[in-house]
């Protein structure tokens, strides 16, 4: 793990939810916080879903609240999507943070879609400055019922 002799910013939260709305002023509503996500299939009339899911797309948005706690200067976070086999899904997204004191924060606004067939919990992990474990970690579950019509 590297080590870093400047103190790990705090993570206020990390969410999945259906979208973040920022006003002018930046302050920030997490709209439909999800713990599990329901996908299904609906074919033409007469037709039978599929047992096992077919590949499907599924958005959502991943809010990150950070604050400075102890922490000073620039930090690099990382977030990472992960499958239920524990694998991540695509390429971790990278933001970076200036802390000048305390109550500094920064928000982080992640936009996701992926397509999958694998049902399961997924794990939404946060890294900052390199390290090998997470920051934070938050679980959603993606779910697969036949006949119900997707989002």
Do not use: H
């Not at 694998?118 to 946060?126: K, N, Q, R």
């Amino acid at each position: 793990m590297a080590k870093t002799s400047n103190p790990r910013p705090l993570i206020c939260a990390t969410l999945v939810c259906d979208r973040v709305l920022q006003e002018a002023d930046t302050t920030l509503s997490a709209i439909r916080i999800i713990d599990n996500i329901t996908v299904g299939f609906v074919g033409p009339t007469g037709s039978t879903a599929p047992d096992t899911p077919p590949p499907m797309g599924v958005t959502f948005t991943v809010l990150v609240i950070s604050k400075a706690g102890e922490a000073r200067g620039e930090r690099t976070f990382r977030v990472r999507l992960v499958r239920p086999n524990g694998k991540p899904v695509g390429d971790d997204a990278e933001f970076r943070a200036l802390f000048q004191n305390e109550e500094s924060g920064a928000n982080f606004i992640l936009r996701v879609g992926i397509q999958t067939t694998e049902m399961g919990l997924y794990w939404v992990e946060v890294y900052v400055d390199g390290e090998d474990e997470p920051l934070a970690r938050t679980p959603f579950r993606l779910i697969y019922e036949p006949g119900v019509k997707t989002p």
